[in-house]
């Protein structure tokens, strides 16, 4: 396990998540240390694909926008297929994470590649199947990582977005877990 802290913050639709993102980087939060992740719910409607550019993906669709303004802020992007939850987007180091499991053969209990990777990054497994519950619901969880006032300075941030659910996990704390925001 990681010994990182990290607040995730579960928004209901793209732009909740995208106010919050705005708002952490307008109280100047290091963008390297957030990630979201999104169920790419605009497959049907007639995406014609993601493509690469140099260091950068781009998404040639609807939410194109939405997923491109991301991209060029956060540190790095994918497009995972996840079984039971469809075509996920990523952006940011949380790649790092799921890569690794993938890498790895990392097998957390029946959950997704996606979930490996939270786990990997030190968050309990109860917290990462609700994350996986919200992906498949369309939701979208944005994380930001770092030292705990970081963190905790992040979840002050986020709290004023009004996001579905916020909830803190804390590693640098002898018998530290998650506290709900």
């Known amino acids: 396990m990681s010994e990182s802290n990290a607040v995730v913050a579960v928004y209901g639709t793209h732009d909740g998540a995208e106010e919050g993102v705005r708002e952490l980087q307008r109280a100047g939060v290091d963008m390297h240390s957030l990630s979201i992740i999104g169920k790419d719910t605009h497959a049907d409607e007639h995406v014609v694909g993601y493509y690469n550019t140099g260091d ?22 994918a497009f995972f297929a996840i079984p039971g939850i469809g075509p996920v987007l990523v952006a940011g180091p949380v790649i790092a994470w799921i890569v690794g499991a993938l890498e790895g053969a990392v097998v957390v209990g029946g959950m997704s590649a996606i979930g490996a990777g939270l786990v990997g990054m030190g ?35 986020l709290a004023t977005t009004k996001p579905v659910n916020t909830v803190v996990h804390s590693c640098e704390v002898a018998g530290a877990g998650a506290s709900r925001g």
């Open 123 to 157: 968050i309990p497994k109860n917290s990462v199947i609700e994350y996986e519950l919200a992906l498949k619901t369309d939701q979208f969880l944005l994380m930001v990582s770092g030292s705990a006032a970081d963190v905790d300075k992040a979840r002050g941030i």
């Open 56 to 77: 950068r993906m781009k998404y040639w669709g609807k939410a194109g926008a939405f997923w491109g303004g991301f991209w060029g802020m956060l540190f790095g992007s």
